[in-house]
């Protein structure tokens, strides 16, 4: 386990032209799917160490139609390392078997403060890489059979705002995850769009902003 990889970073927010390069040279870096998105590096449950799931995990034979976008409302810290990122998904997934006893963690990916990308749900990565199938999740009440969960770590109420490392791979994994679903950026939501919460904090306020940058990068 690493810590902050700033060579990793660069290639991972590079444009497409660069990351298609990079990737040709250095294999394991971000590569570009297709012309227009960039598949990021995610580190799956394998590679954090996730805890077997507590149940079946069902995948759904769809695709999801829509992206919710959450915050975990822990701790805005300021350790922009792989290593916190993975901490930051044990976390979570302890506080969603533990606290609210599902069968693993609810969002299908996690976005870190320092940038860095995890899988969620097990099973969650392979069915995005596949462009079929949805894991159903556990992170938004009645949107859990149609729409892909994505959280950022940290509490974004009162005035905080997402790093930009963090907010840089939050667009190029919702491109990403658009392009392999099929799913139109003008579908990108938050969680208080959905229910009677405040999250994902000021990410929603930032949700227009989002949809024209996944948009951009998508072409």
């Keep these: 386990m690493t810590g902050h990889d700033p ?7 590079a444009g497409t032209a660069g990351l298609a390069a990079a990737a040709a040279a250095l294999p394991g870096t971000a590569r570009a799917a297709t012309a227009a998105a960039v598949e990021p590096d995610i580190d799956g449950t394998g590679v954090w160490g996730a805890r077997p799931p507590s149940g079946r995990v069902t ?12 915050h975990t409302a822990g701790g805005n810290t300021s350790d922009p390392s792989r290593a916190q990122a993975h901490a930051h998904a044990h976390w979570v997934q302890d506080l969603h078997m533990d606290d609210n006893g599902w069968i693993d963690t609810g969002y299908h990916f996690l976005v ?9 749900r097990h099973g969650s990565l392979r069915a995005l890489s596949a ?4 894991v159903l999740g556990a992170h938004t009440a009645g949107q859990n059979e149609q729409a892909l969960g994505i959280a950022c770590e940290g509490s974004y109420h009162a005035g905080a705002v997402p790093p930009q490392a963090q907010w840089e791979v939050l667009v190029v994994l919702c491109a990403y995850a658009c392009e392999r679903y ?10 208080k769009d959905f229910g009677d919460t405040l999250c994902p904090g000021v990410l929603h306020d930032m949700l227009p902003r989002l949809r024209g940058e996944v948009a951009a990068r998508l072409g």
Aim: proline share 5%; hydrophobic share 35%; aromatic share 4%.
């Design 7 to 13: 060579l990793r970073r660069r290639l991972l927010l």
């Design 112 to 120: 870190s403060r320092g940038g860095w990308i995890t899988e969620g």
């Design 131 to 134: 462009g079929n199938g949805l």
């Design 182 to 191: 099929g799913v139109r950026p003008t579908q990108l939501w938050g969680h």
């Design 59 to 70: 995948v759904l034979d769809r695709r999801p139609s829509r992206i919710v976008v959450h």
